[in-house]
Protein backbone atom coordinates (compact mmCIF):
# COMPACT_ATOMS: atom_id res chain seq x y z
CA UNK A 1 0.00 0.00 0.00
CA UNK A 2 1.94 3.28 -1.22
CA UNK A 3 1.72 6.14 1.50
CA UNK A 4 -1.10 8.00 -0.67
CA UNK A 5 -3.56 5.18 0.01
CA UNK A 6 -2.59 4.83 3.63
CA UNK A 7 -3.24 8.52 3.87
CA UNK A 8 -7.01 7.65 2.21
CA UNK A 9 -7.81 5.20 4.62
CA UNK A 10 -6.37 7.10 8.14
CA UNK A 11 -8.43 10.32 6.66
CA UNK A 12 -11.89 7.70 5.98
CA UNK A 13 -11.33 6.23 9.68
CA UNK A 14 -10.94 9.13 11.63
CA UNK A 15 -13.68 11.18 9.56
CA UNK A 16 -15.78 7.99 10.17
CA UNK A 17 -14.63 7.85 13.95
CA UNK A 18 -15.11 12.04 14.49
CA UNK A 19 -18.42 11.96 13.06
CA UNK A 20 -19.35 9.27 15.21
CA UNK A 21 -18.02 10.55 18.42
CA UNK A 22 -20.20 13.91 17.53
CA UNK A 23 -23.66 12.41 18.94
CA UNK A 24 -21.76 12.07 22.79
CA UNK A 25 -19.96 15.07 22.33
CA UNK A 26 -21.71 18.27 21.61
CA UNK A 27 -20.65 21.38 20.08
CA UNK A 28 -19.82 20.16 16.41
CA UNK A 29 -16.43 20.68 16.48
CA UNK A 30 -15.93 16.91 16.48
CA UNK A 31 -18.47 16.89 13.20
CA UNK A 32 -16.78 19.49 11.53
CA UNK A 33 -13.02 17.63 11.54
CA UNK A 34 -14.45 14.75 10.77
CA UNK A 35 -15.81 16.44 7.65
CA UNK A 36 -12.33 17.88 7.07
CA UNK A 37 -11.10 14.49 7.37
CA UNK A 38 -13.71 13.24 5.15
CA UNK A 39 -12.53 15.82 2.48
CA UNK A 40 -8.86 14.91 3.05
CA UNK A 41 -10.12 11.67 2.30
CA UNK A 42 -11.59 12.47 -0.97
CA UNK A 43 -8.70 14.27 -2.17
CA UNK A 44 -6.24 11.46 -1.02
CA UNK A 45 -8.07 9.74 -3.50
CA UNK A 46 -7.96 11.13 -6.35
CA UNK A 47 -3.97 11.43 -5.64
CA UNK A 48 -3.98 7.58 -4.53
CA UNK A 49 -6.55 5.92 -7.21
CA UNK A 50 -6.55 8.89 -10.06
CA UNK A 51 -9.29 10.89 -11.69
CA UNK A 52 -11.93 7.90 -12.37
CA UNK A 53 -11.70 6.21 -9.40
CA UNK A 54 -11.34 9.11 -7.11
CA UNK A 55 -14.60 10.58 -8.34
CA UNK A 56 -16.35 6.85 -7.76
CA UNK A 57 -14.84 7.00 -4.20
CA UNK A 58 -16.20 10.68 -3.51
CA UNK A 59 -19.51 9.40 -4.47
CA UNK A 60 -19.39 6.77 -2.72
CA UNK A 61 -18.26 8.39 0.36
CA UNK A 62 -21.14 10.95 0.21
CA UNK A 63 -23.83 8.42 -0.54
CA UNK A 64 -23.09 6.46 2.43
CA UNK A 65 -22.91 9.38 4.62
CA UNK A 66 -26.36 10.32 3.55
CA UNK A 67 -27.08 6.74 4.10
CA UNK A 68 -25.66 6.84 7.66
CA UNK A 69 -27.35 9.70 8.90
CA UNK A 70 -30.42 8.92 7.47
CA UNK A 71 -30.64 5.21 9.43
CA UNK A 72 -28.64 7.58 12.40
CA UNK A 73 -31.76 9.83 12.94
CA UNK A 74 -34.11 6.44 12.18
CA UNK A 75 -32.80 3.99 14.22
CA UNK A 76 -30.72 5.66 17.21
CA UNK A 77 -33.50 7.39 18.82
CA UNK A 78 -34.97 3.71 19.68
CA UNK A 79 -31.91 2.46 21.12
CA UNK A 80 -30.84 2.30 24.61
CA UNK A 81 -28.49 4.97 24.56
CA UNK A 82 -30.81 7.36 22.35
CA UNK A 83 -33.32 6.98 24.88
CA UNK A 84 -31.38 8.11 27.72
CA UNK A 85 -30.31 10.61 25.50
CA UNK A 86 -33.36 12.10 23.78
CA UNK A 87 -36.87 13.60 26.06
CA UNK A 88 -39.59 10.91 25.87
CA UNK A 89 -42.81 11.95 26.46
CA UNK A 90 -44.56 15.10 25.34
CA UNK A 91 -44.16 17.88 28.19
CA UNK A 92 -46.82 19.95 27.39
CA UNK A 93 -49.22 19.24 30.03
CA UNK A 94 -46.90 19.58 32.59
CA UNK A 95 -46.44 22.46 35.41
CA UNK A 96 -43.56 24.49 36.38
CA UNK A 97 -44.91 25.87 39.68
CA UNK A 98 -44.74 23.04 42.26
CA UNK A 99 -47.86 22.09 44.05
CA UNK A 100 -49.13 24.79 47.31
CA UNK A 101 -46.42 27.52 46.25
CA UNK A 102 -49.22 29.40 45.91
CA UNK A 103 -50.57 28.80 49.07
CA UNK A 104 -47.58 30.12 50.60
CA UNK A 105 -48.34 34.39 49.91
CA UNK A 106 -48.47 35.90 52.90
CA UNK A 107 -46.65 33.86 55.01
CA UNK A 108 -43.91 34.59 57.43
CA UNK A 109 -41.18 32.53 58.47
CA UNK A 110 -37.17 32.99 58.94
CA UNK A 111 -34.02 32.88 56.53
CA UNK A 112 -32.42 29.55 57.50
CA UNK A 113 -29.17 31.08 55.18
CA UNK A 114 -28.22 34.46 54.06
CA UNK A 115 -30.64 35.76 50.94
CA UNK A 116 -27.89 37.29 48.57
CA UNK A 117 -30.71 37.40 47.33
CA UNK A 118 -31.53 33.79 46.91
CA UNK A 119 -31.73 31.65 49.54
CA UNK A 120 -33.75 29.37 52.18
CA UNK A 121 -36.49 30.42 54.25
CA UNK A 122 -38.42 27.90 56.77
CA UNK A 123 -41.73 29.06 56.17
CA UNK A 124 -44.92 27.09 57.57
CA UNK A 125 -41.98 24.40 59.30
CA UNK A 126 -40.89 23.64 55.21
CA UNK A 127 -37.62 24.82 53.65
CA UNK A 128 -38.97 26.58 50.91
CA UNK A 129 -35.63 27.79 48.06
CA UNK A 130 -36.65 31.67 47.59
CA UNK A 131 -35.30 35.02 46.17
CA UNK A 132 -35.28 38.53 47.61
CA UNK A 133 -36.48 41.36 45.47
CA UNK A 134 -32.55 42.49 44.85
CA UNK A 135 -31.94 42.55 48.49
CA UNK A 136 -29.31 40.99 51.00
CA UNK A 137 -31.09 39.37 54.19
CA UNK A 138 -29.13 38.10 57.10
CA UNK A 139 -29.78 34.67 58.05
CA UNK A 140 -32.04 34.28 61.36
CA UNK A 141 -34.17 37.67 59.92
CA UNK A 142 -37.69 37.23 59.84
CA UNK A 143 -39.39 37.59 56.25
CA UNK A 144 -42.97 37.62 54.82
CA UNK A 145 -43.45 36.05 51.55
CA UNK A 146 -44.73 39.13 49.18
CA UNK A 147 -45.32 37.20 46.06
CA UNK A 148 -44.78 34.06 43.79
CA UNK A 149 -44.15 34.30 40.36
CA UNK A 150 -43.69 30.59 38.70
CA UNK A 151 -41.47 28.41 40.70
CA UNK A 152 -39.84 31.60 42.87
CA UNK A 153 -41.42 32.67 46.02
CA UNK A 154 -40.29 36.35 46.67
CA UNK A 155 -38.97 37.48 49.93
CA UNK A 156 -39.18 40.78 51.79
CA UNK A 157 -37.12 40.98 55.54
CA UNK A 158 -39.69 42.13 58.49
CA UNK A 159 -37.06 43.61 60.37
CA UNK A 160 -37.85 46.66 59.96
CA UNK A 161 -41.31 46.56 60.07
CA UNK A 162 -41.71 45.33 63.71
Same mark, same amino acid.
Not at 3 to 25: C, D, K, N, R, T
Not at 41 to 57: E, Q, R, V
Not at 93 to 116: C, K, N, P, T, V
Given at each position: ????????????????? !???????????? !????????????????????????????????????????????????????????????????????????????????????? !????????????????????????????????????????????????
Amino acid at each position: MSGSEQLFVVLLFAGLM !LFGAEVFVPGGI !LGVMGGICLLGAIISAFSAFGPTAGAYIAAGIFVLLGIVIALWIKVFPKTGIGKAMTVSRDLSDSSAASSGIHDLMDQEGEAISD !LRPAGFARINSKRIDVVTQGEMIEKGTLVKVIATRGNFVVVKSLKNEK
